[in-house]
């Protein structure tokens, strides 16, 4: 678990919080405590963590012989290489006093320096040696997206699928693991595996996004005062003096901002100024995708720097 943690930790150095909170969003939705157990082969063993699964999905008969012949995506996320150079270049240039102070990389640069383009060849290579389609890859191959039947899946990760409606929305269905083994061929190249155990996070009318993912994280120790401790905050009150403001392009939910401060015991503090139509929790509730990163960004530092003016643009 702590190379998950220093995962978890490293991201939000260097991408920050909004980066953090919707890669937890897929991540700790998707069983971000799942149990890794590495076996003499080298073979790497990943579980669901059912508690999750449970709270929102119940699992239903399908046809177990035709239903194995569906098409299935797995998208399969290549571990980077020279994280620490990056690191240490992330100091620099937010350090005034560097000589590398403001000069940021490019995404083409950020790519070269941590693409592992043997591991992506190596996983590519495997996924065809078992006649598993590729469909895309990221630009600088750090994830690459396979089709293939469930039974093949089934075959290659050594696990059995089974069908789940979504208990608020039961159009919505998936098909999910309990556990599947990463073949030890690239069990060295590869960070993390979706579509096979995880769940995706689905805001319904009865659900509100905040209440959902904050499902997720009661799982998890990342909160506020968790926070805190890890960087050494000692004080969550705000400075009157000075303003704090998010640029985002996004609508917010001030709904899911009161559930939020609500859950982690946060003093009650809506946003102070914002442009009329931004505030908009139905279209947030809808489209997961519209709102994510502006709240994020609201409720993360609004829970570190509390009853700060707070600004969105």
């Known amino acids: 678990m702590n190379s998950l943690e220093n995962l978890v930790n490293f991201l939000a150095q ?3 919080y909004s980066f953090m909170l919707r890669w937890m969003r897929v991540l700790l939705s998707a069983c971000l405590l799942a149990v890794y157990v590495v076996n003499e082969l080298g073979a790497l063993l990943i579980q669901v963590d059912s508690k999750h699964r449970n ?3 119940t699992e239903f008969d399908f046809d177990s012989t035709q239903g194995k012949t569906v098409d299935h995506k797995v998208i399969f996320a290549v571990k980077q290489l020279n994280l620490e150079n990056l690191k240490d270049k992330l100091y620099a240039v937010s350090d005034p006093f560097s000589a590398d102070y403001g000069n940021f990389l490019t995404r083409q640069e950020v790519g070269n320096m941590i ?3 043997y591991g992506t060849k190596a996983t590519i290579d495997y996924l065809r040696r078992n006649q598993i389609e590729i469909v895309s890859q990221s630009v600088f191959g750090e994830y ?5 039947t469930l039974l093949k899946w089934e075959s290659v990760l050594q696990t059995k699928f089974r069908t789940y409606r979504h208990n608020a929305s039961p159009n919505f269905v998936v098909f999910r693991a309990e556990e599947f083994t990463l073949d030890h061929q690239i069990t060295p190249h590869i960070s993390d595996v979706y579509n096979v155990i995880d769940f995706p996070v689905l ?6 996004l905040v209440e959902e993912t904050m499902a997720s994280y009661s799982h998890s120790p990342m909160t506020p005062s968790a926070l805190n401790k890890y960087y050494n905050v000692f004080t969550n009150i705000g400075n009157v003096a000075v303003k704090q403001a998010v640029f985002a ?3 917010f939910s001030s709904t899911d901002l009161s559930a939020f401060q609500s859950l982690f015991k946060i003093p009650q503090h809506p946003v102070d100024s914002y442009p009329g139509s931004f505030d908009n929790p139905g279209k947030c509730n809808n489209d997961l995708t519209s709102c994510e990163e502006t709240d994020s960004d609201l409720q993360w530092i609004m829970a ?7 600004l969105l643009w």
């Not at 690459?144 to 293939?148: C, E, L, N, R, V």
């Not at 805001?203 to 509100?208: G, M």
């Open 249 to 251: 392009p996004e609508s």
């Open 115 to 117: 693409s592992n383009s």
């Open 144 to 148: 690459i997206t396979a089709k293939a």
């Open 203 to 208: 805001p319904s009318s009865k659900l509100s």
């Open 304 to 310: 570190v720097a509390q009853n700060t003016t707070t």
């Open 14 to 16: 260097i991408f920050g």
């Open 55 to 57: 709270r929102f999905w």
